[in-house]
């Protein structure tokens, strides 16, 4: 158990010494002065931001909150621009094709090149968390979701010669984190321990244990995807704004001024 500052020990029993009828008061008093959590500065990026959450193979969606953008912004993405929407090509190929645009390295990205690389090994995950309809948005066939080693080698050959070297290149060099004054942008999260330029790839990518239950010190928001959220909001420094676009919510976006966070949404 951790030992309280030397100065809060004091304090406490200094109050547990009080007569009685102070007793109460002066605790409760000293619980809220050391319980009390100092306010976020708002975010401040460096130049006003546009950050669009988890597209998931929703094209029509993200044509519609791409219009939606406010002039002067600078467009963000998060990742998991694939798997469990319908549309993955497309969305890939739109936004390979974007020089505007800054999109980020998600998770699903991640399993993607995993599974060019190591077939037999890292298909049946990727296949079992939306690689299939991936697979069938650039027109390959005869695909299940248990394959063998063979099958799945033969399975990435094709996709490979779908795909073309020029956008599997694209997915490759894609970053994993932008850093815009006290604003981090991340597909999904990031140590709460750490400074904002030092954090693992990993851990931007898959997440941290501690980032939803551990508030950062450093008073730098982080926007994020990744995990569902019913609707997009900003509190504790963490922007959350993956609406579930792929199974019947929004996409969604918030736009970061140097005012109050503004969010934005397109649907089907």
């Known amino acids: 158990r951790a030992a309280l500052p030397r100065g809060r020990r004091a304090a406490i029993t200094a109050a547990v010494h009080r007569p009685a ?3 109460i008061s002066v605790l409760s008093s000293l619980f809220q002065k050391f319980t009390r959590r100092e306010p976020f500065a708002a975010p401040q990026p460096e130049e006003p931001l546009c950050v669009i959450g988890d597209v998931h193979g929703c094209f029509p969606q993200l044509i519609k909150l791409l219009e939606k953008v406010p002039p002067g912004h600078r467009c963000v993405l998060v990742g998991d621009y694939i798997d469990r929407g319908e549309q993955s090509a497309e969305v890939l190929r739109h936004l390979s094709g974007r020089e505007d645009l800054t999109c980020l390295m998600g998770n699903h990205e991640a399993m993607l090149l995993e599974f060019l690389e190591e077939p037999a090994r890292e ?3 990727w296949l079992r968390n939306g690689g299939l309809q991936t697979l069938a948005s650039f027109g ?3 695909v299940r979701p248990l394959m063998n080693g ?12 779908a795909m073309g070297a020029e956008l599997t290149g694209w997915l490759a060099q894609l970053r994993t984190s932008v850093l815009s004054g006290n604003v981090l942008i991340t597909h999904a999260g990031a140590d709460p321990e750490k400074p904002a330029d030092q954090q ?5 990518i898959w997440g941290h244990p501690a980032f939803l239950r551990r508030r950062r010190r450093d008073s730098v928001w982080v926007v994020h ?4 959220v019913s609707r997009p909001a900003a509190e504790d420094g963490r922007i959350a704004i993956d609406t579930g676009a792929f199974a019947g919510g929004p996409l969604s976006a918030v736009c970061l001024d140097g005012t109050a966070a503004a969010f934005l949404e397109a649907r089907p």
């Open 21 to 23: 009828g102070e007793r």
């Open 200 to 204: 693992e790839d990993a851990v931007l």
């Open 225 to 228: 995807g990744h995990t569902i």
């Open 140 to 142: 390959i066939r005869g």
């Open 150 to 161: 063979t099958e799945l080698e033969d399975c990435r050959d094709r996709l490979l010669a």
């Open 123 to 125: 298909g049946g995950r």
